[in-house]
């Protein structure tokens, strides 16, 4: 397998990725018409955090952490190392040797489409990690691949500089160019989600804040005492 590392690839601008890590992925991702969603076997390795970064991706071969030596050069400040493989492989790819050096470069995280190893290490400095798998099992690096190319991660293209924004719900894949826009759509379901949560500590049912009741009605549900429905029970 032979491949390309691309340098200096275009970027979300950080004031944009800053903004979006002010909101959760559920938030993000319905702010995006419920878009951008990796799979939830992707899975955080902590609780409690929260980050947002560009991605730098790699694409690697099963097994073979070699591109992910290779993509370390290329991640600096704000960045999130995005992993994936040519086909299904759960090793232990990634570990806290790599996140020594990502850490020291500014890296925000790594979100992993294998398994990750050294979890502990990775709680106790700090570094934020998703992966679809914990994993002790080792590699080798012995195989050409790609870095900074465009990815597909859980049926979602993650291309470099895109925004990657995970916490403990998942992680959500933002495209660059409506970062901005995204924040600011995000922020508006957030104030309208705040005046519906007072609305229910004021003691307002979704029932009747959202409409619902008219739409029960459509659909031919129907409310009845428990006397009249035992009654009527089969």
């Known amino acids: 397998m032979s491949g390309v590392i691309v340098t200096g690839p275009p970027k979300a601008a950080l004031a944009d990725v800053d903004a979006l890590a002010a909101f959760g992925v559920a938030?993000?991702?319905?702010?995006?018409?419920?878009?951008?969603?990796?799979?939830?076997?992707i899975r955080p390795v902590q609780q409690g955090v929260r980050v947002a970064g560009?991605?730098?991706t790699v694409l690697g071969w099963p097994g073979d952490n070699l591109m992910i030596h290779a993509a370390v050069e290329q991640c600096g400040e704000g960045d999130i190392l995005v992993v994936t493989t040519t086909s299904p492989c759960t090793d232990g790819l990634f570990g806290e040797l790599f996140a020594t050096a990502l850490h020291q470069r500014g890296v925000r995280g790594v979100?992993?489409?294998?398994?990750i190893r050294d979890t502990q290490e990775l709680r106790d400095m700090g570094f934020a990690a998703w992966s679809r798998a914990v994993s002790s099992q080792?590699?080798?690096?012995?195989?050409g691949g790609s870095v900074n190319v465009?990815?597909?991660?859980?049926?979602?293209?993650?291309?470099?500089?895109?925004?990657?924004?995970?916490?403990?719900?998942?992680?959500?894949?933002?495209?660059r160019e409506s970062a901005a826009e995204t924040a600011e759509r995000s922020a508006a379901r957030e104030a309208k989600e705040a005046a519906t949560r007072a609305?229910?500590?004021d003691g307002q049912l979704g029932l009747d804040r959202y409409g619902l009741r008219e739409k029960l009605k459509e659909l031919g549900v129907r409310y009845q005492s428990y006397d009249a429905y035992?009654?009527?029970?089969p």
Do not use: C, H, N, Y
């Open 54 to 56: 560009t991605a730098v």
């Open 111 to 115: 979100v992993l489409g294998t398994g």
């Open 230 to 233: 035992e009654r009527e029970r």
């Open 138 to 143: 080792g590699t080798v690096k012995a195989t």
């Open 150 to 175: 465009p990815v597909v991660l859980d049926g979602q293209v993650i291309r470099p500089g895109d925004v990657i924004l995970a916490d403990d719900d998942g992680v959500v894949v933002v495209p």
């Open 199 to 201: 609305a229910f500590l």
């Open 27 to 41: 938030t993000v991702s319905e702010a995006m018409g419920r878009t951008g969603l990796l799979g939830p076997e």
